[in-house]
């Protein structure tokens, strides 16, 4: 019944190795978006996917890269982990258009160690 | 710089007090106010919005009021119980050509409501 789920829920990795993290959702949403949020609980949009199109991306290095292989599915893939990648990153999505609820998964929690 | 700026950081309440957060806005770009609550471990969930050509929404013990002109808007939570103690975070909403929006969130404010 999850709306939007995401997996790992943890993550522990070595610096230097490389990560992906899934998501899918199950709402018949045509967006979906990667938010990460930092040890002081800030919360900031990485990339915004449309139809499998990318829409936005909030100026993430191009170690992270989303891949969406249809519109229910947004994975992010890490390169070359480093300490300040450390934080919770989440899954959302939404319809298409204006007013529209973005509906989060879980999170997953990513220490680079 | 901080678009969404959020006060207070945390917040102390007993319970069947009144719970006030503050955000305000510079851009006047921003089309949807929404405001999520986030449990620890869990993603944020919509606990109420408001487009900007209204100036209060209520929703049970949850209102938002808005004052386009002096940009802020706030969350009054009515009759505060310990279960609504939780992180709260206000955001400003962006229509993204090409489909989607952009949340831009505030700082969040941590609530406690104490019996």
């Known amino acids: 019944d999850t709306a939007v789920s995401q997996t790992p829920k943890y993550l522990v990795t070595q610096m230097g190795n490389d990560k992906s993290i899934k998501c899918e959702q199950n709402?018949?949403?045509?967006?979906m978006y990667w938010y990460k949020q930092d040890s002081k609980k800030f919360l900031k949009i990485m990339f915004s996917?449309?139809?499998?199109?990318?829409?936005i991306n909030e100026t993430v290095p191009n170690r992270f890269s989303p891949k969406s292989p249809d519109k229910a599915h947004l994975n992010l893939h890490i390169n070359s982990l480093e300490l300040g990648d450390s934080a919770v990153y989440f899954c959302?999505?939404?319809?298409?258009?204006?007013?529209?609820?973005?509906?989060f998964g879980q999170g997953t929690r990513l220490t680079v160690v | 710089q901080q678009q969404v700026k959020q006060s207070p950081q945390s917040l102390i309440v007993q319970k069947g007090g009144i719970s006030i957060i503050n955000c305000a806005y510079e851009?006047?770009?921003?089309?949807?106010f929404p405001w999520y609550q986030q449990f620890p471990g869990k993603g944020p969930a919509l606990l109420i919005a408001?487009?900007?050509?209204?100036s209060e929404k209520k929703e049970g013990r949850f209102t938002i009021s808005f004052n386009k002109s002096a940009k802020q808007f706030s969350l009054h939570i009515m009759d505060s119980q310990p279960g609504d103690s939780a992180t709260y975070f206000c955001?400003?909403?962006?229509?993204?050509?090409?489909?989607?929006?952009?949340?831009?969130f505030g700082t969040g404010t941590q609530l406690k409501v104490e019996l």
């Open positions: 959302a999505s939404s319809h298409t258009g204006a007013d529209t609820e973005a509906f």
């Open positions: 709402l018949g949403h045509d967006t």
């Open positions: 996917y449309n139809n499998k199109e990318l829409i």
């Open positions: 851009n006047t770009a921003f089309d949807y």
């Open positions: 408001i487009r900007p050509d209204v």
């Open positions: 955001a400003a909403s962006t229509t993204l050509t090409g489909g989607g929006n952009k949340l831009t």
